[in-house]
């Protein structure tokens, strides 16, 4: 039987992931937790439903201790929950909720309990083109918002469909009090002008919005937006995606100016000009504004901007970070002060970064460390990720297009005087789709616990939706990597959706799509799952002695073996002696899939022994999470003697054992 590795969803991609929740559950019902639920694998820290029945639920914003608003994603409702049940509807904006669009995000002022501002990221709906689809009806929805009906009609949106508002809470309502800001939404980007672009079969599309914002600890509102598939300065092509380059990878006849975005427009990048950041190709940003739309006079390139003038100059100016592909994960340090966000690769790279002002996180040219260029390069134009032809989701500028040097690259950076380029705080050589990231804003979790790092992804696989905690370094510039054998900060993953390399960072399973990660005010750290329609409390468990094993399991280790040569897997255990409960994530790769077993045997090294604990085998997608139970003495043995343990995994090839590894803390 030969070996198939299963690629199931176009990682990066929320809106493949919520196509599956749309086409498994008929009419939008929600589905409910996976088996058994969300489970977290530290002995520590238990977890239990806050709310569920949402429909698409996106993120959250805290009133207080017991009273907090959450987003439906797709019908436009601000819910207002108390004491964990939905009490009313705060407001319903009339939303385009195709693909990744629709009711997205939410901040709460940091003065609220005086002035009762809350903000919302949402894109509203226009009528559809009917004369040519490739220009919308309107530039823009007027400033009041429309309440009531949504649409998934992907070109019922005005070109600024995506946008910012500011709503006064009077306790039970929100009234809309102003806008602060809209943002490129249209994308239907195979217009016959301008000529040339090569991307007649583009597909009209309505992701990569990002959505995220958050107040920073200066007070100012933070707003990341996607790139909505543009091709422009902004996303590090200052000529227009079908202008020639020269082997220095320098457009042909391009000026200085030019290359520095201060000149007239070189090339056009779609049907609305570019690519200079109008209002039409402003996108693929961290945005820096004051509470009431205004710009921050201390905004890195606010002197840029102002020299600059007219439209463009005051989108220079709002920008804080420039170069982002897609996010959907921004959250604030609460020791720095630093802004961290995700970052969505195509194939190659996803990332975490830390913001800074001025920061050019590098996308198109740039994804993951700049020293593995070559990397990105060769994953992008050789992967196929569920699609025709490998491509970087836009056709107009194919991976074949990226730079065969690291001094290239940095070339043909779009270089705003006062922007800097910085590699990734830790990324993954295959994609894994991150999505929300917060950080523990108290002690509640325990000393140990406060001020790191979670984080979820934007797929539910593997393991139903895994969940990661991340330690900072001591200067809290980068991510603390503790991976045996890795000596810098990539995991080298060999496959999509892979957690290889990952496997210290893994804390809990069955999850869904995370899109929010908040710590509430009582300390405890929330967790919003779009697939499962919930909200879930992490909070400090009771000691019960339970302890935590962890294995990486090899052909090579399977006695008598070997096992499959090509074979990888981890294990981590949570053992409770007290009750005998023993939950568990399982993953595996180049074996065959579904596994055919998995087990917890009696054994050292050398011995094969006695299954002593059945465990599910790993499926399709090569992961399985659940909890079983187990006579507590044993449970307490494997706890005092791991290494006396081992967990194997069958497929038909290797029935005796495909991959193996002993136990160990």
Known sequence: MSKQKVHVYRAAALLVALAMVIALIPGLALA?????????????????TVVEGLNTPTTMGFLNENEFLVLEKNTGMVQHVMNGTVVGTALDLGVNFASERGLLGIAIDPDFDNN?????????????????????????????????EDTDDTLSVPLLGNRVDRFIWDGSSLTWDLNLVK?????????????????????????????VITFGQDGKLYIITGDTGRRSGFQNL????????????????????????????????DQFGGPLPDDAHFTGVILRLNGDGTIPEDNPFYDVGAAFGGEIGENIQMTFAYGVRNSFGMDVDPVSGDVWFTENGEDAFDELNRAFPGHNSGWIQIMGPLERLSEYKEIETTSLHNEAFPNLQQLRWPPENIADSADEARRRLTALPGSQFSDPEYAWAYVIAPAALGFVKSEALGLEFAGDMFMGLSVPIPLDGPLFHFDLTPNRRQIQTNVPGTTDRVADNDTFNSLKESEPFLIGTGFGIVTDIKTGPNGSLYVVSLSNGAVYEIFRGEDT?????????????????????????????????????????????????????????VGTTDVAGAIVIPLEPPDETGSSAACTTADPALVADILANPAGYYVNVHDPDFPAGAIRGQLMP
């Open 238 to 269: 200052p000529f227009g995606p079908t202008t020639p380059l020269t082997s220095s990878g320098d457009a042909v006849g391009a000026s200085f100016a030019q290359r520095n975005l201060f000149n007239e427009r070189p090339m056009a990048d």
């Open 116 to 148: 009762g501002y809350v903000y919302l990221f949402w894109t509203c709906r226009s009528t559809a083109p009917v004369d040519s689809p490739y220009f919308p009806v309107e530039i823009e929805c007027a400033d009041e918002p429309t309440l009531g």
């Open 545 to 601: 002695g339970a302890g935590v094993l962890t294995t990486i399991m090899t052909g090579a280790a399977e006695v008598p073996g070997p096992g499959d040569p090509d074979g990888y897997g981890s294990a981590r255990v949570l053992l409770d002696p007290s009750s005998g409960e023993v939950c568990y994530a399982l993953t595996a790769q180049n074996i065959i899939l579904p596994a055919a077993a998995a087990h917890i045997h």
């Open 32 to 48: 409910q937790d996976g088996p058994g639920g969300p489970v977290m694998l530290d002995a520590q820290l238990d977890v239990r």
């Open 183 to 211: 943002l490129r939404a249209f994308q239907n980007d195979s217009a016959p002008i301008p000529r040339g672009q090569g991307d007649e079969d583009q597909p009209v599309l309505g992701n990569h919005d990002g959505g």
